[in-house]
Protein backbone atom coordinates (compact mmCIF):
# COMPACT_ATOMS: atom_id res chain seq x y z
CA UNK A 1 0.00 0.00 0.00
CA UNK A 2 0.94 3.30 0.10
CA UNK A 3 1.42 4.15 3.57
CA UNK A 4 4.05 2.00 3.51
CA UNK A 5 5.92 3.00 0.67
CA UNK A 6 8.35 5.93 2.51
CA UNK A 7 9.06 3.57 5.41
CA UNK A 8 10.41 0.82 2.84
CA UNK A 9 12.78 3.47 1.10
CA UNK A 10 13.94 4.53 4.29
CA UNK A 11 15.14 0.90 5.49
CA UNK A 12 16.68 0.57 2.22
CA UNK A 13 18.00 3.84 2.52
CA UNK A 14 19.36 3.03 6.29
CA UNK A 15 20.78 -0.26 4.52
CA UNK A 16 22.67 1.66 1.82
CA UNK A 17 24.26 3.88 4.78
CA UNK A 18 25.12 0.19 7.33
CA UNK A 19 28.21 0.10 4.82
CA UNK A 20 29.72 3.09 6.65
CA UNK A 21 28.44 2.80 10.03
CA UNK A 22 28.88 -0.85 11.15
CA UNK A 23 27.22 -1.87 13.87
CA UNK A 24 24.29 0.23 13.87
CA UNK A 25 21.94 -1.42 11.25
CA UNK A 26 22.48 -5.22 11.56
CA UNK A 27 20.60 -6.74 8.07
CA UNK A 28 21.60 -7.41 4.62
CA UNK A 29 20.28 -6.16 1.28
CA UNK A 30 18.17 -9.12 0.59
CA UNK A 31 16.26 -8.91 4.26
CA UNK A 32 15.77 -5.54 3.62
CA UNK A 33 14.18 -5.76 0.60
CA UNK A 34 12.08 -8.83 2.05
CA UNK A 35 10.98 -6.61 5.10
CA UNK A 36 7.68 -6.24 3.63
CA UNK A 37 7.43 -9.97 2.19
CA UNK A 38 4.94 -11.78 4.54
CA UNK A 39 6.95 -14.95 5.16
CA UNK A 40 9.46 -13.01 7.10
CA UNK A 41 8.76 -11.78 10.61
CA UNK A 42 11.15 -8.30 10.88
CA UNK A 43 11.58 -6.75 14.29
CA UNK A 44 13.42 -3.12 14.67
CA UNK A 45 14.69 -1.71 17.27
CA UNK A 46 15.22 1.99 17.18
CA UNK A 47 17.37 3.23 20.14
CA UNK A 48 20.16 6.24 20.94
CA UNK A 49 23.12 5.29 23.03
CA UNK A 50 22.15 8.19 24.97
CA UNK A 51 18.82 6.92 26.40
CA UNK A 52 18.52 5.14 29.54
CA UNK A 53 15.66 2.97 29.22
CA UNK A 54 17.18 2.01 26.03
CA UNK A 55 20.57 0.42 27.77
CA UNK A 56 18.62 -0.96 30.79
CA UNK A 57 16.33 -2.56 27.45
CA UNK A 58 19.32 -3.65 25.50
CA UNK A 59 19.76 -7.16 27.56
CA UNK A 60 16.44 -7.64 26.81
CA UNK A 61 16.58 -7.12 23.26
CA UNK A 62 19.49 -9.16 23.08
CA UNK A 63 17.67 -11.95 24.89
CA UNK A 64 14.90 -12.25 22.72
CA UNK A 65 16.78 -12.10 19.90
CA UNK A 66 18.52 -15.39 21.04
CA UNK A 67 15.40 -17.11 21.76
CA UNK A 68 13.29 -16.22 18.54
CA UNK A 69 16.52 -17.14 15.62
CA UNK A 70 13.39 -17.40 12.95
CA UNK A 71 12.54 -13.54 13.73
CA UNK A 72 14.50 -11.00 11.43
CA UNK A 73 16.12 -8.22 13.51
CA UNK A 74 17.67 -4.60 13.06
CA UNK A 75 18.61 -1.75 15.33
CA UNK A 76 18.21 1.45 14.55
CA UNK A 77 20.53 4.28 16.25
CA UNK A 78 18.81 7.54 15.76
CA UNK A 79 22.48 9.39 16.41
CA UNK A 80 23.05 8.85 12.86
CA UNK A 81 21.84 10.72 10.18
CA UNK A 82 19.72 8.10 8.48
CA UNK A 83 18.70 6.53 11.70
CA UNK A 84 16.58 9.82 12.15
CA UNK A 85 15.03 9.94 9.22
CA UNK A 86 14.04 6.68 9.66
CA UNK A 87 12.96 7.25 13.89
CA UNK A 88 10.84 10.06 11.98
CA UNK A 89 9.36 8.00 9.15
CA UNK A 90 8.73 5.34 11.59
CA UNK A 91 6.92 7.25 14.46
CA UNK A 92 9.13 6.02 16.47
CA UNK A 93 10.68 9.23 17.97
CA UNK A 94 7.21 10.71 18.04
CA UNK A 95 6.37 7.63 20.58
CA UNK A 96 9.15 7.31 22.51
CA UNK A 97 12.61 5.10 22.48
CA UNK A 98 13.38 2.53 22.76
CA UNK A 99 10.67 1.41 20.08
CA UNK A 100 10.47 -1.75 19.07
CA UNK A 101 7.90 -2.25 15.68
CA UNK A 102 6.94 -5.48 14.19
CA UNK A 103 7.00 -5.94 10.41
CA UNK A 104 4.81 -8.89 8.97
CA UNK A 105 3.93 -8.15 5.60
CA UNK A 106 1.02 -5.33 6.80
CA UNK A 107 1.43 -2.11 8.17
CA UNK A 108 4.28 -2.28 11.04
CA UNK A 109 2.41 -3.07 14.48
CA UNK A 110 4.66 -1.26 17.42
CA UNK A 111 5.60 -3.57 20.49
CA UNK A 112 7.34 -1.48 22.65
CA UNK A 113 7.05 2.70 22.76
CA UNK A 114 9.87 4.72 25.47
CA UNK A 115 9.57 1.80 28.15
CA UNK A 116 12.23 -0.66 28.96
CA UNK A 117 9.76 -3.67 28.90
CA UNK A 118 10.19 -6.92 30.94
CA UNK A 119 11.38 -10.13 28.95
CA UNK A 120 7.80 -11.16 29.56
CA UNK A 121 5.99 -8.32 27.76
CA UNK A 122 7.85 -8.56 25.24
CA UNK A 123 7.25 -12.04 23.91
CA UNK A 124 3.56 -11.47 24.67
CA UNK A 125 3.06 -8.23 22.71
CA UNK A 126 5.04 -10.53 19.95
CA UNK A 127 3.29 -13.33 20.08
CA UNK A 128 0.29 -11.22 19.58
CA UNK A 129 1.25 -8.93 17.05
CA UNK A 130 2.29 -12.31 15.10
CA UNK A 131 -1.32 -14.02 16.21
CA UNK A 132 -3.27 -10.88 14.73
Same mark, same amino acid.
Given at each position: ?? &?????? &??????? =? &?? &?? =???? !???????????? *???????? #????????????? +???????? #????????????????? $???? +???? $??? #? #?????????? $??????? !????????????? *???? *??? $?
Amino acid at each position: GM &ARGPLA &AALLLLL =A &AS &AT =AAGD !VLATPEQVTALH *ASELVWLV #ETYSPMCGSCSKF +APVWKKFT #EQYPSFQYMQVNIDTKI $GMEF +AQKS $GAL #E #EGLPHVQMYA $GGPPVTL !VRADAVPLKRLQR *AAKD *AVR $G
